[in-house]
C-alpha cells in the first residue's frame, strides 16, 4: 500500500492521529481498498476510534492485495498496530506542518518489516519514518447508530465553544436532553467534596441544533478527555458533528462523516442504577446484554423509525439531508455478539464486570461503564477473545495483506 | 443572608474581571466581604498566607448594574464569605462577549456562589453558562479576624516606578534569590537589591516622587526634620512581590508603597474606583 498525503490534508490527518492518541497508546493502521481506516481502542475498552480516509482523500493512494505466504494462522488480510509515541512525532506541531512539508507519504512493502512515513519538507528536506508495527487481530466496534432514538447535529464550533467553558481537568461530563433543552454540566461522584468542587453546568437551546431529535429524555455521562481530539479534529476537517445516543449505560456514538472521510468516537456512558433524580423515566437499568437482537429492539427502535413518531420532538434545519438514521444504516449492521469486557473503570470495577467478561454476556447488570461494542467474530466465525466483526464492508475482502514483518526503527 | 448582582456591560464586566484575576494572583484563598454599597476581597496575615495580607476594595455601584443584598441580621448588614479566587476568575474567564452575567449566593449541596453568564448564541434564545462556586460562611464571631488593617508608622512613602519594568526586573531577579530588599529614601530614590553568594544586584530608580501624607501623626511630622537622603529599607519574600507585579494587568491610576525600616512594605494600587493594599512583612 502506498499514499500520498497532500499538503492541505496534512492537518486534518496530523489531528486525527492526535485524536485517536487521546484514546490509547496503540492504534491499528488498516488500509483496505477503498481507503485507510485508523482505529483504537482504550485498555478499559470504553472508548473507541475509528477514522477513514476514503482514496479520494488522498492526492495518491494505491494498495494492491499482495498474498504472502504467513507462517502464523491461515488469517486473511491482517491490519497492523503501532504504537501512537512513534507516530505522534511524525505530526506533532500539526498548525506548522501545513507550512513546512510538501506532502506526506505512507508506504508498506512487503518485502520490508516496516511502515515508511516519509514527509517531503521544503528546501529538499527528507524526513523519513521507518515503525515497526505489530500484527494483529482486526478490530471494529459493533454500534447501531441508527437505533439511537437521539440524535443531535452540530458545528464542531458549538461543541468547542461549550467545552470551553469546562476545566481541562474535568474528566467526565453529563449531557443531559429532554425535547425542549440540552445541558451539558460537570459529573461529579457521590463521594466528591462539594464544598471544594466547582460545578459548571451549560444550556442551550434546540434551535442552536442542525439537526435535534429527541427520543427519549436521558441524561449521559462520558469522558470530555477522549472526546475533545475528535472535537478538535472535527474543527480541522470543518465536518459537523453527529451525537448518537440512548440511555445512560448505553453508548454514546460522536461521528463526523464528508465525502472525503468518515470518524466515529464511540464512548461508553455510566450508568448508575441509583441514578433517576432528573429523569421522569424509572432507574436506568443497564440493558442486559442479549446474544439475540432483541436486546437492542426496544420499544424505542420504533421511535428511530423515520420521523413521524409523534413522540419525537423533531426539529432540522430545511436544507439538511434527510434522516440522520439513514445515513448510518447503510452501512451498519447489529451484530449482536456482545462481550462483557473487563471494566477498569478505577473505584468502580465491579464483581458484575468479571462475570460478565467473555463469552456470552448474561444478565448480569453493569453498575458502571458499559462497554459497547465489542462483539466477537472472528473471521472463523467462532466467538473468541479480540477478533471482532467488521462494520465497514470493505474489510470483509478476502484479499490477503501482505504479511509485513517488523524491522529497524530508524 | 441573600445576595443577587447583575452586570450588563461589558466594560464593567472586563474591568471586574481584570480585578478578579489580579486578587486571583495574589491568594489562593480569601475572604469576600459584601456591605451595601462596597466589596471587599481580603486576606488576613495568617501564617499559612506567608505573612502576607491583603485589602482590595471597589464600590459595586462602579460594577454592577442590579446589586441586592441582605447580611446575617439587619444590624450586621454584611455577608462575608471565604473562597477561591481563581474559581471566580476561571468562572468570568469564558464571559468575554457575554450578555449578562449574574451572581447570586446559594445553597445547593453546599453555600455556592452561582455566577451565570447568559452568552448570545445563533438561536433566539441565550445559551447560559453557570458555574457553582463552592464558599465558606465566615461566622459573625469571627468577623473581627478582618478588619481593615491601618496605615503602619512608616519611615518612607514613595511613588512605584512603571510597573511593568519593576515586574521585568523583579522577574529576571527572582531566578536568582529568594529575597530582595527594597530600600527608598524622602528623595525619590528607591533601590531593588539582591544578594547572593556570587553576585549581587541593585536596580536604582530616581525621581519617583514621594506621595505627601496629611500627617496628624506627630511622628510623620518628623519626617521634615529627618535625613531626606537616608534609605529605609526592608527585605522581603520575592515570590510575594512578583505575584502582586504578576498580577497587574492594567497601569494603576496611582501606586505607591510604604516601607517600615526592617518592618514591613505596604503596597497601595489605586485604579479609578478600585483600591488595592498589600502588605508584605519583612523577612528578620
Known amino acids: 500500500m502506498k499514499c500520498v498525503i497532500g499538503a492541505a490534508q496534512l492537518r486534518v490527518f496530523g489531528r486525527a492521529i492526535h485524536a485517536i492518541a487521546r484514546i490509547s497508546d496503540e492504534f491499528w493502521f488498516d488500509p483496505v481498498e477503498k481507503g485507510l481506516a485508523l482505529r483504537s481502542v482504550n485498555s478499559s475498552r470504553s472508548a473507541y476510534a475509528c477514522v477513514f480516509f476514503s482514496s479520494m482523500f488522498f492526492q495518491h493512494y494505491c494498495w494492491t492485495a499482495v498474498s504472502q505466504p504467513c507462517h502464523k494462522e491461515q488469517q486473511l488480510s491482517l491490519p497492523c498496530k503501532l504504537i501512537i509515541k512513534s507516530v505522534l512525532p511524525v505530526f506533532r506541531c500539526v498548525n506548522v506542518l501545513e507550512r513546512n512539508v510538501e506532502r506526506c507519504s505512507i508506504s508498506t512493502n512487503p518485502s520490508e518489516h516496516h511502515i515508511t512515513f516519509q ?10 519514518y521507518n515503525l ?178 409523534a413522540d419525537t420532538a423533531t426539529s432540522k434545519k430545511p436544507q439538511q439531508k434527510g434522516n440522520a438514521p439513514s445515513m448510518n444504516s447503510a452501512k451498519e449492521e447489529v451484530k449482536n455478539i456482545p462481550r462483557g469486557p473487563e471494566r477498569d473503570v478505577p473505584g468502580r470495577a465491579g464483581a458484575a464486570m468479571a462475570e460478565a467478561a467473555a463469552g456470552e454476556a448474561t444478565e448480569a447488570p453493569y453498575e458502571k461503564f458499559h462497554s459497547l461494542f465489542f462483539g466477537a467474530v472472528s473471521y472463523k466465525k467462532e466467538a473468541i477473545g479480540d477478533t471482532f466483526q467488521s462494520l465497514v464492508t470493505a474489510s470483509d475482502t478476502e484479499e490477503e495483506f501482505g504479511a509485513l514483518q517488523s524491522s529497524q526503527v530508524l | 443572608m441573600r445576595f443577587r448582582a447583575k452586570i450588563v456591560d461589558l466594560a464593567c464586566l472586563n474591568h471586574f474581571s481584570r480585578i478578579i484575576n489580579t486578587i486571583a494572583k495574589l491568594a489562593k484563598t480569601c475572604i469576600l466581604r459584601l456591605t451595601v454599597c462596597k466589596l471587599y476581597f481580603i486576606l488576613s496575615d495568617k501564617v499559612a498566607n506567608g505573612g502576607a495580607s491583603m485589602w482590595c476594595e ?77 464558599v465558606g460562611v465566615i461566622p459573625r464571631r469571627m468577623w473581627n479576624d478582618f478588619r481593615e488593617p491601618s496605615v503602619p508608622d512608616f ?130
Request: glycine residues 2%; aromatic residues 6%; contains cysteine.
Open chain 1, 119 to 128: 514527509l517531503l519538507c521544503r528546501h529538499g528536506l527528507v524526513k523519513t
Open chain 2, 58 to 134: 471597589l464600590s459595586q455601584g462602579n460594577f454592577f448594574d442590579e446589586f441586592q443584598m441582605e447580611g446575617v441580621a439587619a444590624e450586621h448588614n454584611e455577608i462575608y464569605l471565604e473562597l477561591v479566587p481563581e474559581n471566580l476568575s476561571r468562572a468570568l474567564k469564558t464571559a468575554q462577549n457575554a450578555k449578562a452575567v449574574k451572581i447570586k449566593l446559594t445553597n445547593k449541596h453546599c453555600p455556592c456562589l452561582s455566577v451565570a453568564v447568559e452568552l448570545p448564541s445563533l438561536s433566539s434564545s441565550s445559551r447560559i453558562v453557570t458555574h457553582d462556586i463552592p
Open chain 2, 155 to 284: 519611615d518612607v512613602s514613595i511613588y512605584l516606578p512603571a510597573l511593568k519594568t519593576m515586574k521585568s526586573v523583579v522577574d529576571r531577579m527572582k531566578n536568582l534569590s529568594n529575597f530582595i530588599v527594597i530600600e527608598a529614601n524622602l528623595s525619590g530614590e528607591m533601590n531593588l537589591k539582591i544578594e547572593t553568594d556570587l553576585v549581587s544586584i541593585t536596580t536604582h530608580f530616581k525621581d519617583l516622587g514621594n506621595p505627601p501624607w496629611a500627617s496628624e501623626d506627630d511622628c510623620q511630622s518628623n519626617t521634615q526634620a529627618r535625613d531626606l537622603e537616608s534609605m529605609a529599607e526592608a527585605c522581603i519574600d520575592i515570590k510575594k512581590l512578583q505575584q502582586l507585579l504578576a498580577g497587574q494587568q492594567v497601569n494603576p491610576t496611582k501606586a505607591l508603597c510604604n516601607i517600615v525600616r526592617k518592618r514591613i512594605v505596604h503596597f497601595i494600587l489605586l485604579h479609578e474606583e478600585v483600591s488595592l493594599q498589600y502588605f508584605i512583612p519583612a523577612i528578620a
Open chain 1, 132 to 309: 515497526t508495527f505489530q500484527e494483529c487481530d482486526p478490530l471494529q466496534a459493533v454500534f447501531a447508530k441508527h437505533m439511537c432514538p437521539n440524535i443531535l447535529k452540530v458545528h464542531s464550533r458549538l461543541l468547542a465553544d461549550v467545552m470551553i467553558h469546562f476545566p481541562t481537568s474535568q474528566e467526565e461530563i453529563t449531557l443531559s436532553v429532554t425535547p425542549v433543552k440540552v445541558c451539558f454540566k460537570s459529573y461529579t461522584e457521590e463521594d466528591t467534596d462539594f464544598s471544594r468542587t466547582m460545578l459548571t453546568e451549560i444550556q442551550l437551546s434546540p434551535e442552536e441544533f442542525d439537526y435535534f431529535q429527541v427520543g427519549v429524555d436521558s441524561e449521559v455521562t462520558f469522558c470530555l478527555k477522549e472526546l475533545r481530539g475528535l472535537l478538535a479534529f472535527s474543527e480541522a476537517a470543518s465536518v459537523p458533528v453527529s451525537i448518537h445516543f440512548d440511555r445512560c449505560g448505553k453508548p454514546i456514538a460522536f461521528s463526523i462523516e464528508d465525502l472525503l472521510l468518515e470518524a466515529s468516537f464511540i464512548l461508553a456512558t455510566l450508568c448508575e442504577a441509583e441514578k433517576e433524580a432528573a429523569s421522569p423515566e424509572p432507574a436506568c437499568c443497564p440493558q442486559p446484554w442479549h446474544s439475540s437482537r432483541t436486546g437492542m429492539d426496544n420499544p424505542d427502535q420504533t421511535s428511530m423509525d423515520g420521523a413521524s413518531n
